[in-house]
């Protein structure tokens, strides 16, 4: 396979919620003690990249592995990996499969051959290479954000019935088993939260991080990822965690937060020490991003929840971390990826032990605060 070709997984490949979920010290402790210790899920619901080989005759045939890996937030991987490794107060889930498949932080469309309809007409109302406002029918993007070819449209009805089965079905061996693990680990880790305030005299907290990675920059046709995004689309230098709230973690108007303002401030700050940030505005809030799915269905539960967890001291809490993908690629691999080309470069090992680190330490202080 030549390095422009993109990265499969071979047919047929099953997924079991084991496969995707990690933790540190796993050859002494079970998952029940693991979740047990940890008071942190983290999650990462674009960290996928090889494409189930069943859906390679859908793909555009000018979509490299470049094109294929900056579609996905692949960079995260290893470092939330590391991070589970060393942190026992952390336990990581990841979706296996890339948001190609179906974006697991967007909501899940009730029609997906509808929704697949629709995207596509958009695509070809746009033109070829032209941006198409793709708002609310994007769980299945035709294109990728810089709008170039992803998927081919099929050329009748039944072409495009039989290419949404066919994403449905792939998708219940990796993705769908990626969000049961991850809902089902969010209810766990909410009771034990309880079980815990029952015992202690102090307060309890339990949070949900969707961890993730954007680009400051796009991609032009010869593969170079060298475009810089418009001012309001490009992430600080660090990260920008978000709540859904202002640019101060507070409410905006009537629509709720869902990490509480003074927590989701003072884990900026911590973020600021843990990676030992000179200028302040390097980690920010909700800016450009207010944060998406995941954290509005985990908000959403947790204010289901709000009157009994205030009864008795837990403190609940749903944050997006969306980091810039530069900062966490260091600058050798930006250079590399920012030049004409198809591949995409190998983790630096040392810097992802470095980011994982710098992870850890940032929960740390945020912990130590009280």
């Not at 007409?121 to 170039?148: E, M």
């Not at 969707?210 to 593969?223: A, I, L, V, W």
């Not at 609940?316 to 260091?330: D, I, M, T």
Request: proline share 7%.
């Amino acid at each position: 396979m030549a390095t422009a070709d993109p990265l499969f997984l071979p047919a047929g490949t099953v997924f079991a919620p084991d496969d995707l979920i990690f933790y540190a010290d796993r050859g002494r402790r079970s998952l029940d003690q693991a979740l047990a210790e940890a008071d942190l899920l983290v999650s990462c619901p674009h960290s996928g990249a090889a494409i189930p080989e069943e859906l390679g005759e859908f793909l555009a045939p000018e979509f490299t592995r470049r094109l294929q890996f900056d579609f996905t937030d692949c960079s995260t991987s290893p470092v939330v990996r590391r991070w589970a490794e060393i942190d026992p107060r952390i336990v990581y889930v990841e979706n296996p499969h890339p948001r190609m498949v179906r974006d697991p932080n967007r909501a899940r469309p009730e029609d997906l051959y509808a929704t697949l309809r629709e995207a596509f007409a958009r695509v070809r109302a746009a033109g070829k290479g032209n941006k198409a406002d793709l708002s609310g029918v994007d769980a299945i993007r035709p294109v990728t954000f810089s709008f170039y070819p992803l998927l081919r449209e099929p050329a009748d009805d039944a072409g495009l019935h039989r290419l949404a089965d066919t994403f449905a079905e792939v998708a219940s061996r990796g993705l769908d088993v990626y969000e049961r693990t991850r809902d089902d680990l969010i209810e766990r880790m909410v009771a034990l939260a309880f079980e815990r305030a029952e015992k202690s005299t102090g307060p309890v907290e339990f949070t949900t991080l969707s961890f993730h990675d954007t680009m400051n920059h796009t991609t032009t046709r010869d593969g170079a990822v060298n475009v810089e995004r418009a001012e309001a689309d490009r992430l600080p230098d660090v990260v920008a965690l978000s709540n859904r709230g202002d640019d101060q973690g507070d409410p905006r108007g009537d629509n709720p937060v869902s990490m509480a303002p003074q927590a989701v401030r003072a884990l900026a700050q911590a973020h600021r020490a843990g990676f030992e940030v000179a200028d302040p505005t390097a980690v920010m809030l909700n800016q450009p991003y207010l944060g998406s799915h995941e954290i509005i269905t985990a908000g959403a539960r947790f204010r289901e929840l709000g009157s009994r967890a205030a009864a008795v001291g837990v403190a609940l809490g749903a944050v997006q971390a969306e980091f810039r993908r530069e900062f966490l690629l260091g600058p050798d691999l930006t250079a590399e990826l920012m030049r004409p080309g198809v591949g995409w470069p190998e983790p630096d090992a040392d810097r992802v032990d470095m980011l994982a680190h710098a992870c850890k330490a940032s929960w740390d202080g945020y912990r130590n605060r009280r």
